[in-house]
């Protein structure tokens, strides 16, 4: 059997793990910092590599066949790595690549290119705003301790924000657009700052924003590097197949999917 290893975190590779697993030998690598990762289905390792040479290193070792880069998209450095690693010992990857939202019809969104620009796009003025960023991103806010901040991540944010005035939620996706309506509203938010993650899972906050005309500052997705890759996971699975290594997955229609 080959060996395929997907870079995951993401629901995608939990979901393209399931449906490559039939026919490979498939281990999925997460970066190890959510404390009770949903089960995945498949063999999991964890942690990081020790970068690029590291993660070459492992490739040989382990024999792996294919690699798939199914990681989040603001988590570049990982997808930066797996191409360099890849190219160094020739083995072939793709890249499951989750398209950004787009701004629609009566969305206030304002772009940024970091989450230190959003810190200073929030302005001087005292603001209730949501934080739905990762929690190794929200210390950038204590820069700003004069807005009331909402802050809502999957494991708890240790230390909590040096600033006067935080709230705190545990939670994890999908969220549903009418559960989110119902909580800016409940907590008077005035302000969403969002990383454009794209997928329905997390789109609902922005939904939310909209139909209540509330401000959200989009943190601009980094650059990735330009490997072969698919949008969903049905494509990037029927992409591994005509790519066959050695007729690696077989058709889906032969699998009577
Ligand atoms: N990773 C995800 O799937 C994920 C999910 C949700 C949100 N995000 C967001 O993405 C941003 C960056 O996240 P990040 O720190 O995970 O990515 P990153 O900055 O690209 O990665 C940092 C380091 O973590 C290790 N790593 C990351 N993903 C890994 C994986 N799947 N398997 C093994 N090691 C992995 C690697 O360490 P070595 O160099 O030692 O190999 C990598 O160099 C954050 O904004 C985060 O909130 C990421």
Redesign the pocket.
Known sequence: MKKILI????TEARQLAGILAARAAVTL???G?TESPVAQGVPVRS?????AK??ATYLGEAGIDLLIDA??P??????A?AAQAARMVRVPIFALRRPGWEPVEGDRWTDVDTVGDSVQALGPAPRRVFLA??R??VAAFEAAPQHHYLIRSVDPVEPQLAVPDASYLLARGPFREPDERALLREQRIDVVVS?NSGGAATYGKIAAARALDIEVIMVRRPDLPDVPSAETVEALAAIVNQFGVDHLVEPAAERGV
Do not use: D, P
């Open positions: 870079l995951g975190g993401t690598s997460l970066a910092r942690g990081g590599f020790g970068g590291g993660l990681t989040h603001y988590a570049a450095r990982i997808s790595n960023l990762g190794q991103e990383k």
